[in-house]
């Protein structure tokens, strides 16, 4: 498989104007020099509790938020260097599902409209009959009868809107999309269901996702590698099989030890209880060294550098 995204060194800080009060500018450093890939055909599953940067790093990379610095490569081409113009048949290869569908379906249009709108913005010369077999055929690949597209968001269930979410979000064709907590808002029941059609299109539409996540279960079931995110720096990575066998930094295998089977956890908040709040976070050294039970004093003061452990298996931690 050939390579199909290259994140290099991305970092996006937030800065505020004035600070609490009108005082000094305050920077969120959201997500701090990551570097991961994506190749063809794969999905990258990125796990991490709420404010860890996982949703920040997937707008980052497909410049919904723009980057502060580093580099993201879209089959070798740098897209941070590119004008928006040029960006434009790029937008059209990287799409995202978003956690609610409601935030690509606009209530006040049908179905059909709400789906057409990517498709004429790419192709604007695209007659009426090709555009009705288009939608007719996203419709049935998201298991509904195309009469369906008649209908206006309100008269369908979550889970529903989010199929028609992912069918807006492969109108255009893309051969890379970020799926941002697709199924975390749904019930357990339709969660397996929407997941078993994502992996369903990735097959037949040969798509690469990068999978956002805090349900270590889902990304188990959808993943073909794993990074872990933690106060915006990726602290581990490795392939599914050996992440889930051999974790290896302290906080992914607290996360670990939350899940002990591959089921669906429905108390979300509950995979991350006993381990203090993501906000302590060290300026120094090691982002996750006040809430870590194996931490040295050098975790205090030094940031620890990734290495890699065994091929493919990255950490960074003193540990190892
Ligand atoms: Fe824990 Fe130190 Fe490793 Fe950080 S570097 S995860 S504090 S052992």
């Given amino acids: 498989m050939s390579r199909l995204l290259e994140v290099n060194h991305l970092s996006k800080f937030y800065t505020n104007k004035k600070g609490f009060f009108g005082g000094a500018p305050e920077t969120v450093k959201a997500v701090s020099d990551i570097s991961f890939y994506v190749d063809e055909q794969e999905t990258l599953g990125i796990v991490g509790e709420s404010g860890c940067g996982k949703s920040t790093t997937g707008r980052a990379v497909l410049r919904l938020h723009e980057p502060t610095s580093g580099e993201v490569r879209f089959r070798g081409q740098d897209i941070l260097a590119l004008s928006e113009e040029e960006m434009r048949p790029y937008r059209q290869k990287m799409q995202i599902v978003f956690q609610n569908a409601n935030s690509a379906l606009d209530p006040r249009w049908t179905v059909e409209k ?9 192709n604007p010369g695209i007659s009426r009959s090709e555009l009705d077999d288009r939608i007719d055929t ?21 889970g529903q809107r989010q199929r028609i979410g992912i069918a807006k979000a492969i109108s255009v064709s893309p051969e890379f999309v970020v799926c941002d907590e697709p199924v975390s ?15 369903r299109l990735k097959a037949e539409r040969k798509l690469s996702y990068m999978f956002i996540s805090h ?11 794993v ?10 990575l490795a392939e599914t ?10 906080y992914s295998r607290v996360l670990m ?33 006040s809430r870590c039970p194996a931490a040295k004093d050098v975790c205090r003061q030094q940031l620890p550098s990734q290495k890699e452990v065994s091929p493919g298996h990255m950490v960074m931690c003193h540990l190892y």
């Fill in 241 to 250: 099989r050996e992440f889930f066998e051999n974790a290896m930094h302290p």
């Fill in 227 to 236: 990074g872990v995110m933690y106060a915006g720096r990726l602290v581990e």
């Fill in 257 to 289: 030890a939350a899940v002990p089977k591959p089921v669906v956890v429905e108390d979300k908040a509950a995979l991350y209880q006993g381990i203090g709040k993501i906000s302590e976070v060290s300026k120094e050294g090691c982002p996750f060294c």
């Fill in 215 to 225: 349900d270590l279960s889902v990304i188990r079931f959808i993943s073909d590698r």
């Fill in 185 to 199: 808002a749904l019930d357990v029941s339709v969660q397996a269901q929407v997941l078993n059609l994502m992996k």
């Fill in 138 to 158: 996203l419709m049935k690949e998201v298991g509904f009868s195309p009469m369906y597209k008649k209908k206006y968001p309100h008269e369908f269930s979550g």
């Fill in 114 to 122: 709400s789906i057409a709108e990517p498709i004429l913005l790419h």
